[in-house]
């Protein structure tokens, strides 16, 4: 049954995956994923802090669904998070947000993204990016959009350049507590435009525009 909250019905699909606005029901499939660890401890770690996935078990669940049940309830024009859970032939295999703050007025978005460790390495995180970047663009009209990574985050990076990002400066943040570099990453509408893909579908746009005080 859909939901009566419009932002849990959204979805983009593409000729490999899917993101599913992350009901409750999809959450409870991403645990056993979470409790595995989406951090390994041998790669740089990729995210800045607070980060409930640098805790244990179970903190790390609760602190994770808490987080997304408080971004939820947050929706409205001055700031808005949605959540897509990323689905491999229906497995859900990771998330992918897209971030508005003052949407209506600057048109400007963010992503952040994250993929279980077996899931890497085959192309899904671009292919999600690429989703979330046709949401943003083409149904909702954005006209910028930028991304930040550490600088030992070439997977993240790559993506970015590979999607036809450019660079846009550095910034600074900690993680685990200790200091360090991001790359931030600007992609304009003309950018993505020239690039295009035309095989992306989107479902439930139009029912969610009036939440984020878009006119429809």
């Keep these: 049954m859909p939901s009566t909250y419009p932002p849990l019905n959204l979805a983009v699909r593409t000729p490999r995956l899917t993101l599913a606005a992350a009901t409750d029901d999809l959450l409870e499939r991403l645990v056993p994923v979470v409790r595995a660890g989406v951090v390994i401890d041998h790669e740089p770690v990729p995210f800045d802090d607070p980060m409930s996935f640098y805790e244990d078990n179970p903190?790390?669940?609760?602190?994770?669904?808490?987080?997304?049940?408080?971004?939820?309830?947050?929706?409205?024009?001055?700031?808005?998070?949605?959540?897509?859970?990323?689905?491999?032939?229906?497995?859900?295999?990771?998330?992918?947000?897209?971030?508005?703050?003052?949407?209506a007025a600057v048109g400007t978005v963010e992503s952040f993204s994250w993929l279980a460790p077996a899931a890497r390495g085959r192309g899904l995180g671009k292919e999600a990016r690429a989703a979330i970047l046709h949401l943003a663009f083409e149904g909702f009209d954005a006209l910028e959009a930028s991304s930040e990574a550490f600088t030992d985050n070439h997977a993240s990076n790559r993506v970015s350049e590979a999607l036809g990002y450019t660079r846009?400066?550095?910034?600074w943040a900690t993680r685990r507590g200790e200091a360090a570099e991001l790359l931030r990453w600007r992609l304009t509408r003309d950018g993505w435009a020239s690039r295009r893909r035309h095989d992306i579908e989107l479902s439930g746009v139009e029912e969610c525009k009036p939440v984020f005080g878009l006119p429809t």
Excluded: H, K
């Design 59 to 103: 903190t790390r669940e609760w602190r994770w669904m808490r987080s997304i049940w408080s971004g939820r309830s947050r929706v409205n024009s001055a700031f808005w998070r949605l959540y897509f859970v990323i689905c491999d032939d229906g497995e859900p295999v990771g998330m992918q947000d897209l971030i508005g703050t003052d949407f």
């Design 168 to 171: 846009n400066g550095t910034t």
